[in-house]
C-alpha cells in the first residue's frame, strides 16, 4: 500500500471518546489548506457522513474470494483444511470438504494449498465502500467510507479495500479515522501515518485504553500527540504520567461542551455552527498545529 506523506490517523482505544467528532472538525478545517481526503475505516460502525449530514454516494461493492469444491477432482488429502486457520473449511468424516462460507476470510490459502486444483475461485460481497464529496462554505473534500455487511466475521478486508481507495485518490492531505480498540485493523487503518491524534477521555477506561494505543503507535514507530476530550469531568494525573511516559504530549483539552452535543446531533460540525465559539478556537489550534507538523 502507497505511503502519503501527509497522512493523519484519529484513533483512541476506548470506543466513544469523541474521536470521530474530532476527526469531522479537523477535516474540515485542514480541507481549507489542504485538498484532502477523509477515510472512515470504523467498517462496522461508521458514522463521519451522519456527523457531517451527508449521504453516502458511490458505492462499490467489497468482494472476497469464497472457495468452491470442484468433487471430481478432490483425492481428500484435507489440506485445504489444514491450512484454513478460520475454520471455514469443514472437512468430513468421508474425508470431502465444505465450505462454510461466513467463516471464511478469503486468503485462498485452500486454493494455493490444493495439488489438484479442486478449488475454484469465486467471490461474495462482504460490504461496500462509498465515495461522497463534502461541501461547506464554498470548500471540498473526499469522504471514503467502509461498511461492512450486518453478520460479517472478517473486518481487515474491508478495511483494508475502503483505505486503497481513499489513497487511489490523488490528494495533498489524508485524514484516517480508525474504529475503536488496538486490534488488526485498527493498525491496518494507521498504517504509514506520520502523526497519530490519540483521543481520550478523563475516566478509568479512558486510561487503560489510551495505555494500549499508546504502546501500538510506538510499535509502529508513529508520532502520537494526545487529545483530552470531555477534559474536567474527571482526574487527569494518571493520563498525565502514562502519555509522559510514552514519550507524547497532551496538546489539547477539550472540555464537556451542550454546544459539541448539539453540533453532533444536528448532524453539523461546531466549527461550521460555532464558528466563532471557544470550542472552535481549540480546534482552530489543534488544527494549525497538525499542519506546522505535517510540512
Given amino acids: ?19 470521530s467528532t474530532v476527526a469531522v472538525n479537523l477535516a474540515i478545517l485542514l480541507a481549507e489548506n489542504y485538498d484532502l481526503v477523509m477515510a472512515d475505516l470504523d467498517v462496522e460502525d461508521p458514522n463521519d457522513h451522519i456527523l457531517l449530514g451527508a449521504q ?17 477432482s478432490c483425492i481428500k488429502c484435507g489440506a485445504c483444511g489444514k491450512v484454513c486457520d478460520t475454520g471455514a473449511m469443514l472437512i468430513s468424516p468421508d474425508g470431502l470438504p465444505y465450505v462454510i462460507p461466513r467463516l471464511c476470510s478469503g486468503c485462498m490459502s485452500c486454493y494455493f494449498a490444493c495439488p489438484t486444483k479442486a478449488i475454484v475461485q469465486g467471490e461474495r460481497t462482504i460490504g461496500y465502500t462509498y465515495d461522497t464529496p463534502i461541501q461547506f462554505k464554498g470548500e471540498e473534500f473526499r469522504l471514503i467510507t467502509g461498511i461492512l455487511r450486518e453478520g460479517e ?11 486503497e481507495r481513499a489513497l487511489s485518490i490523488e490528494r495533498s492531505f489524508y485524514l484516517i479515522d480508525t474504529s475503536a480498540g488496538t486490534s488488526n485493523t485498527v493498525a491496518t487503518a494507521m498504517g504509514g501515518s506520520k502523526l497519530l491524534l490519540a483521543v481520550t477521555e478523563p475516566t478509568p477506561l479512558g486510561l487503560h485504553d489510551l495505555e494500549l494505543i499508546l504502546q501500538l503507535a510506538s510499535q ?54 460555532h464558528p466563532e465559539s471557544k470550542e472552535t478556537s ?14
Fill in 1 to 19: 500500500m502507497e505511503l502519503k506523506s501527509r497522512m493523519l490517523s484519529i484513533s483512541g482505544g476506548k470506543g466513544g471518546t469523541g474521536k
Fill in 56 to 72: 453516502l454516494q458511490n458505492e462499490k461493492p467489497i468482494n472476497i474470494m469464497l472457495p468452491f469444491i470442484k468433487y471430481s
Fill in 153 to 163: 466475521e472478517h473486518t481487515p478486508p474491508a478495511v483494508i479495500a475502503a483505505k
Fill in 220 to 273: 509502529m514507530s508513529i508520532e502520537t500527540w494526545v487529545v483530552m476530550n470531555r477534559s474536567g469531568l474527571g482526574p487527569e494525573d494518571e493520563h498525565d504520567k502514562i502519555v509522559k511516559n510514552y514519550g507524547s504530549k497532551i496538546v489539547t483539552r477539550i472540555p464537556y461542551s451542550r454546544k459539541i452535543v448539539e453540533s453532533y446531533v444536528k448532524g453539523i460540525p461546531i466549527v461550521l455552527s
Fill in 282 to 295: 481549540i480546534f482552530r489550534k489543534l488544527a494549525f498545529m497538525v499542519k506546522e507538523v505535517m510540512e
